[in-house]
């Protein structure tokens, strides 16, 4: 595993930290060309930003996203 945090879910180098990771994160695409890491923790937990300011580099809802196969 890597320590760097600035990858995101194509493997491109993008300073988005452990969003680009993580199975809490959503990415939300607008209209005029902009992208969003929406947190679904922060529907259920106060303590997360809806949309966090990037990159976030430590976050204790952070869970690794499962891998395909991965059960």
């Known amino acids: 595993m890597t320590d760097r945090a600035d990858f995101n879910f194509a493997?491109?180098?993008?300073p988005i930290g452990l969003c680009?990771?993580?199975r809490y994160a959503r990415v939300v695409h607008s209209s005029h060309g902009s992208t969003f890491y929406l947190c679904q923790l922060a529907e259920i937990d106060p303590r997360f930003d809806k949309y966090p300011r990037l990159p976030v580099l430590r976050c204790a809802g952070y869970k690794p996203a499962e891998?395909?196969?991965d059960s």
């Open 11 to 14: 493997g491109l180098r993008d």
């Open 20 to 22: 680009a990771t993580c």
């Open 67 to 69: 891998q395909a196969g």
